[in-house]
């Protein structure tokens, strides 16, 4: 019998551990997703892979990617096991399913070179020509050019000037093509104290070090590891995380803007009356302290906002506009829709 196992994997970085408060270091975890839904989150079922202080999360995706596809070939050749429940041998063929994370773990996952970029969205392509970065091999070249820009002169410039313009950061190659710069820049001031180096020669000289640097691997050896994971298109197989997207980006914003409404014809206080007469018991979170809420206003983290949402269209009813009302029911209805933990019909939900 063979039996494919899809696997959840969950990579971010955390702060804190038993010896000290603030150690920031990466974890990286895995889940059967063949597994049911209430399951997934049992101790027992999570396999912590590794966690590191110094590798970049880039490194150890590298070392997952490199243990599931080419030293232990298992995507390929599968994992011949046994079967204690029906008693004979098996073959298991995992294979990626999708990366959990946090949007900025994500955002890392997918080479991503942030905001401000001229081109920083795969999905909607927003900013600037895009016919060229659309096909594969111009999408894989942007990572290339960044290694020829490191030997060339001003490769500083021309590298965050990349970065600007394509949306590409591979934090993979980033030491390499540091320690390159760093060493061009060197070169170039120790030539202006003693024998003027030409512009070929320090050339040559970075191409050797990168050459060293790269340890006989190719330049695609260097390039972000779920680019080429065989099962895995990492600009789709990244969901949406819903904590950062909606509660800490729409609803903190939009709870922002209905406070300052709130506090401007100053009924702070009738609002935090308004919360505190609200059935606690009728909501799926404890969460809902009106005393905190209304003090520490500016800084609520996830589950205030969770339970605010439930609630916001009711305590606000006359003390803002009706826009602000309607836009509270639009969100709450959102909300809804995505803390479904159940498909009840699947049959209809996959139509």
Known sequence: MVYTVPLIIFMDDVS??????????????????????EMLDWEFFVWFITSSLHASPMELMHAMKQSISYVSKASTLGIITWDC?????????????????????QAEECSQGGLNCNYYCWTCH?????????????????????????VCSGASTKIQASVSSMGICNSLSLSILNT????????CRQG????????????????KE???LLGGKDLNDMLNPPLGMEGINIHMDTPTEILHTILLGIVKYFWGKTVHLIEKVKL???????????????LNTPNLDPDYICCYKGNLIGKHFKSLVQVMPFVIHDLVPQTVIDGWTTIGELIVLLWHMKIEDLEGYLV
């Open 268 to 282: 702070l206080d009738l609002f935090q009356s308004h919360l505190d007469l609200i059935e606690h018991d009728v």
């Open 85 to 105: 429940q029906d008693q004979e041998e098996v073959m298991l063929v995992p294979y990626a399913l999708f990366l959990g994370g946090d949007n900025p773990m």
């Open 180 to 187: 390159v710069v760093e060493m061009g820049k060197w070169l």
């Open 16 to 37: 804190g551990n038993i010896s000290k408060q603030w150690n920031k270091h990466f974890v990286m975890y895995m889940s059967n997703a063949n597994l049911q839904h």
């Open 210 to 212: 990168l050459t060293e």
């Open 192 to 207: 202006s104290r003693n024998r003027v180096l030409q512009e070929s020669e320090i050339e040559a000289m970075l191409e």
């Open 126 to 150: 927003a900013g600037g020509l895009k016919e060229y970065k659309e096909t594969e091999a111009g999408y894989c070249s942007l990572f290339k050019n960044q290694f020829e820009m490191a």
